[in-house]
T-cell receptor, first 112, second 114 residues
Framework: KNQVEQSPQSLIILEGKNCTLQ??????????LRWYKQDTGRGPVSLTI?????NTKSNGRYTATLDADTKQSSLHITASQLSDSASYIC???????????FGDGTTLTVKP | EPEVTQTPSHQVTQMGQEVILRCVPI?????FYWYRQILGQKVEFLVS????????KSEIFDDQFSVERPDGSNFTLKIRSTKLEDSAMYFC????????????FGPGTRLLVL
């Protein structure tokens, strides 16, 4: 069964600090991995998309890594801002299938 | 900047009633999706739609659900006979192409079944 596990479940950091969120998956055959940011009560917003051949992708202060061998991904946020407070969701899609498997998300709180 | 819009933002209905959730995808996008998120739970894929037909659907998308692109701009999700467990936030998304293209999500419709 395809699964996506994220850790930690929640995280509190001080403004300006960096943090790293983890995603492990068992989706096969792998097609792509996406990281989304979801503010409370809003739709997810795409941060990065990576395919099998990509091992890092940046979008401003967000940098995602992918290790397709160990089936792990991370999202690193640098110089956090209060507006980074949100749920960060890892989504993995299987090759040949349009449907995606979502993780439970990591709830990040950035405090002043 | 173009965005996906959804109406209504909130819908309250009685169990057993039919509801239609509406979405206007970004105009040049060809792939459309519905997702749902039960309160406090993860987002779940329901269905993807391309070229006026369903391309993928999940186990959740049973016979009580249907999708339609009635007029070339709207994309609708119909729930024929709502159940209490259909209460959730329903998100529409669209992408220019399928595969690894970015999906743009709408703001969602909060459905409450009483």
């Amino acid at each position: 069964k395809n699964q996506v596990e994220q850790s930690p479940q929640s995280l509190i950091i001080l403004e300006g600090k960096n943090c790293t969120l983890q995603c492990n998956y068992t989706v096969s055959p792998f097609s792509n991995l996406r990281w989304y940011k979801q503010d409370t009560g809003r739709g997810p917003v795409s941060l990065t998309i990576m395919t099998f051949s990509e091992n890092t992708k940046s979008n401003g202060r967000y940098t995602a890594t992918l290790d397709a061998d160990t089936k792990q991904s991370s999202l690193h946020i640098t110089a956090s801002q209060l507006s980074d407070s949100a749920s960060y969701i890892c989504v993995v899609s299987a090759r040949g299938a349009g449907k995606s498997t979502f993780g439970d998300g990591t709830t990040l709180t950035v405090k002043p | 900047e173009p965005e996906v819009t959804q109406t209504p933002s909130h819908q309250v209905t009685q169990m057993g009633q039919e509801v239609i959730l509406r979405c206007v995808p970004i105009s040049n996008h060809l792939y459309f999706y519905w997702y749902r998120q039960i309160l406090g739970q993860k987002v779940e894929f329901l269905v993807s739609f391309y070229n006026n037909e369903i391309s993928e659907k999940s186990e959740i998308f049973d016979d009580q659900f249907s999708v339609e692109r009635p007029d070339g701009s709207n994309f609708t999700l119909k729930i024929r006979s709502t159940k209490l467990e259909d209460s959730a936030m329903y998100f529409c998304a669209s992408s220019e192409l399928g595969g690894v293209e970015t999906q743009y999500f709408g703001p969602g419709t909060r459905l409450l079944v009483l």
